[in-house]
C-alpha cells in the first residue's frame, strides 16, 4: 500500500529550464553589464549548451566559460559559483500545478516529500522561494548528508526517517539514472516525469511516464 508521494524538484515540481533562463539574465547584468545584447543571446546560448542541465561541477563551468569568453578580467569561478548557488533561488519557475498537486495528496492522507541532489545552500534556498516547503512533510537536500542520487541510501534514508519501507513511497522524478534508477533499486515505485533537459531519454516500459506533473494523481488512489 502506497502511504507516501515524494518527489524531485528540478524538471519535476519546478521549470529548470524556465528559472536557468531567468537566471542568466541576473548572471550576466551582474557580471557582464556593458556587453551589447549580440554578446549576450551567444554568451547565454553557450550557458545553455555547457550547462548541461545543471550537471556540471560550476567552478569548472565558469572557468571554461571565462576562458571561451576571453574574459579576462572575470571574478574567480569560485565567486562566480557562490552567485548561482546563492542566487538562483530567486528566479524559481514552480510548474503551475504543483501546490495544487502537493495539497490534493496531503488531502488524500499520503506523505508528501522532496528528495533533491545540490549543495545546501542552492536547494535550501530553491525549497524556500518556492512555495513548497509548507506542503511537505519531509525534504532532504543531498548536500545536508552528503548522500547524493542515485545512490539508493538516500531514498532508503528518506523512507526511514519517515518511520517506511521504500515498497512505501511512490518516487517521481526527470533523471533516468538519478531519479528513475536510484529510486528503483531502492524499492521505491518510480514514476518519469518526461521534462527538460532529459527529455525522452532512456524512457522505460515498466516506469509510467507523465509529461504534466498533475498526473501523478493518476497513480494514486
Same mark, same amino acid.
Given at each position: 500500500m502506497i502511504k507516501a508521494v515524494l518527489f524531485d524538484f528540478d524538471e519535476t +515540481?519546478? &521549470?529548470r529550464t524556465a528559472a536557468f533562463?531567468?537566471?542568466? &539574465? $541576473?548572471?550576466l547584468s551582474d557580471f557582464c553589464p556593458d556587453i551589447s &545584447? !549580440?554578446?549576450?543571446?551567444?554568451?547565454?546560448?553557450?550557458?545553455r549548451v555547457t550547462g548541461n542541465g545543471g550537471y556540471v561541477n560550476r567552478e569548472e563551468w565558469y572557468a /571554461?566559460?571565462?576562458? /571561451?569568453?576571453q574574459w579576462t578580467d572575470a571574478p574567480s569561478s569560485k565567486i562566480l559559483a557562490e552567485h548561482y548557488d546563492t542566487k538562483f533561488g530567486d528566479h524559481? !519557475?514552480?510548474?503551475p500545478d504543483s501546490a495544487k498537486l502537493l495539497c490534493e495528496l496531503k488531502n488524500r492522507g499520503y506523505i508528501v516529500g522532496i528528495i533533491t541532489n545540490g549543495p545546501s545552500v542552492l536547494q535550501h534556498h530553491k +525549497? &524556500? $522561494? /518556492? *512555495?513548497?516547503?509548507?506542503?511537505?512533510d519531509i525534504t532532504v537536500v543531498s548536500g545536508d548528508i552528503d548522500i547524493h542520487k542515485p545512490d539508493p541510501t538516500i531514498f532508503t534514508y528518506t523512507a526511514n526517517k519517515l518511520g517506511l519501507n521504500c515498497e512505501e513511497c511512490i518516487? !517521481? *522524478?526527470d533523471h533516468p539514472i538519478n531519479d528513475i534508477q536510484g529510486s528503483l533499486a531502492a524499492g521505491m515505485k518510480p514514476i518519469r516525469m518526461n521534462y527538460g533537459w532529459f527529455k525522452d531519454q532512456d524512457l522505460r516500459d515498466d516506469v509510467a511516464t507523465i509529461e504534466s506533473i498533475i498526473d501523478v494523481l493518476k497513480f494514486v488512489d
Open positions: +515540481l519546478q &521549470d533562463e531567468n537566471y542568466m &539574465d $541576473t548572471f &545584447d !549580440v554578446e549576450i543571446e551567444k554568451r547565454k546560448e553557450e550557458m /571554461s566559460l571565462a576562458e /571561451s569568453w524559481n !519557475v514552480i510548474f +525549497l &524556500d $522561494t /518556492s *512555495g513548497l516547503r509548507e506542503y511537505c518516487y !517521481v *522524478g
